[in-house]
Structure formats: structure tokens, C-alpha cells
């Protein structure tokens, strides 16, 4: 006699788009500290002025920046008759964050199934209305978030943010694999703190050793969408609530940014 085995489910069965979301591109990386939230904001507002229709969800949910670097951090959302949630707006762009939910002295102690619903309801109850992109800034690492976010929607890819030395380059591995596990496409690694550049000389330093990460990207195929320098500038502007692009649009290091998001463009027109 023979028994019949109910096949798997495939969570990504799971994947509905959001109507009105053209593209909606995932930001991680390894570890954290190398400026994930940092490049997450400049590109939001690169792509802004591009002339495209952007929102920015700060999926980093135990350790959320983006509204203290966009300038978003006093504000809370209103949520309308049909309990959906208005997304808060920053140098254009729409915005929400676990950052305007809780205080920001509250530790946020949540276990899988908590950060599942979460993401379901930035993902659906938020009125993100019309949008050519949705960047989410991704938790660093690989875990529950990162998944949740490929099962419940389509992504038109991810981006990984990696500083230029060796410790981080097993990090970025992992977190390539990830994506390739949850089938999400690698659109490119962005190398933050690629060169620190004096503000006074404008002289040139490596911050860091570089290591082996463009030979790995080179094996790879994967490409390597631009390197942005560590420049004072760069920190005042998420220290200040504008980020760099904003703040000094003409200087080298927006200019790096805009590069960014115009392949971005390219990529996922
Ligand atoms: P992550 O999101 O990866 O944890 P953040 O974006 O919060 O990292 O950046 C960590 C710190 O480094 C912040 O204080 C930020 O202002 C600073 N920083 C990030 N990138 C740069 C850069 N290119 N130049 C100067 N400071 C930077």
C-alpha cells in the first residue's frame, strides 16, 4: 500500500506585490555598522532626485535610524478610519519606521512570528499609495526579517553594503547566500568607507585594509555598483536629519551616491 506525502509547502507561494510599488529593492548587509542605514537614506533621496516616486520602510526593527537621518524621529503616524497607517514624509519621501512606534529608549524584544506580522502590516497597512521605488532597510545579518520580507512580497532585487576590508568580506558572503537562498536577485555590492577624504585637503586615505571583496565580486559576476568614501559630511548628514544628498548635492560624495542610484535605475527601470 502506498501512502501519498503531501508535497512542501513553498513559502514564496506566499508573495503578493503591493499595488501601486513598482519595485521594491532590499538593502542588506552582513553586519552592522558599515553604513547600510546610511546609504539607504542618500539612495532614497537619489532616486527622489531623479525625478522617481520613492518610499523608504526601516525594516531594521530592533535598532531603527532612519527617522533620527531623516530628520522623522518627532513624528508619529496617523492612522486613518480604516485603520491604515499614514507613512510619515521626509525630504519627499515616505517613510515608516518601528522608530515612530515605540520610544527610543525601549529595548524591542520580539520573536519570529511578532516581527512576521510587523513586516505584514509596514508591508500592507501602510498607505504607500503610487511608488516607482520602496527601499527597505534591512536588520543586519540574516535572519527572521530578511526572510519574511522575501516571502511576503516580490523583489525586484537586493543590495549589499560592505566596508573594503577582509573581516568583512565573509559577512557579505553570508549575506549573498542568503539572497540566493531566498531567490531574491543581487543587483550589486555598494563599498561604503571605501576611502576616508580629508574635508579641509581633500586628500585621499584607505580607512581600511583593503582586502579581497572586488576579486570576489569579479568571480562572482556580481557588480559592484560604487564606492562611497568616509567623509565627515557624510555623518554630519545623518547626524542632522539631511542626509549627504540633500545636504550638498554638488559635492563628490552625492555625486558617488547619485551613481548609485542611477544604475539602480538602469537595473530595475
Ligand atoms: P548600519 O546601518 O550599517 O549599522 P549606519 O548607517 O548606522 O550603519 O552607520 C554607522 C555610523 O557610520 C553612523 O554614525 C554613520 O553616520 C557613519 N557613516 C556611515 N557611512 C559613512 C560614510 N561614508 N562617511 C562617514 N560616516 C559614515
Redesign the pocket.
Known amino acids: 500500500m502506498s501512502t501519498v506525502q503531501n508535497p512542501t509547502p513553498n513559502p514564496f507561494n506566499q508573495q503578493r506585490p503591493i499595488e501601486g510599488i513598482k519595485h521594491i529593492i532590499a538593502v542588506g ?1 552582513g553586519k ?8 539607504s537614506t542618500n539612495l532614497a533621496l537619489a532616486l527622489a532626485q531623479l525625478g522617481k516616486k520613492v518610499g523608504l520602510l526601516d525594516a ?1 526593527i530592533y535598532g531603527p ?1 532612519v527617522p533620527k537621518m531623516m530628520g522623522t524621529a518627532k513624528l508619529q503616524p496617523n492612522v486613518n478610519a480604516d485603520r491604515r497607517i499614514e507613512p510619515m514624509i521626509g525630504h519627499g519621501i515616505k517613510i515608516m519606521s518601528m522608530g515612530n512606534l515605540v520610544d527610543d529608549q525601549s529595548a524591542i524584544i520580539w520573536r519570529g512570528p511578532m516581527l512576521f506580522k510587523a513586516m505584514d502590516q509596514f508591508l500592507r497597512d501602510v498607505i504607500w499609495g503610487e511608488l516607482d521605488y520602496l527601499i527597505v532597510d534591512l536588520p ?1 545579518g540574516t535572519g527572521d526579517v530578511q526572510l519574511s520580507l522575501a516571502q511576503k512580497v516580490p523583489l525586484s532585487g537586493a543590495v549589499v ?1 560592505s566596508t573594503p576590508q577582509d573581516t568583512a568580506l565573509a559577512d557579505v558572503k553570508r549575506c549573498i547566500d542568503m539572497f540566493k537562498r531566498v531567490k531574491t536577485p543581487i543587483l550589486g555590492v555598494i563599498e ?2 571605501s576611502k576616508y577624504v580629508c574635508s579641509h585637503c581633500r586628500h585621499e586615505e584607505d580607512l581600511f585594509v583593503p582586502g579581497e571583496l572586488h576579486q570576489f565580486l569579479d568571480k562572482e559576476k556580481i557588480p559592484l555598483l560604487g564606492k ?5 559630511s ?2 554630519q548628514g ?2 542632522s536629519g539631511t542626509p549627504q544628498v540633500g545636504l550638498d548635492p554638488q559635492s563628490a560624495e552625492s555625486a558617488a551616491i547619485m551613481g548609485v542610484a542611477r544604475k539602480l535605475v538602469e537595473l530595475s527601470p
Open positions: 548587509a552592522g555598522g558599515v553604513g547600510k542605514s546610511t546609504v531594521d535610524s543586519p553594503v561604503n568607507m562611497i568614501p568616509f567623509n565627515r557624510i555623518g545623518s547626524e
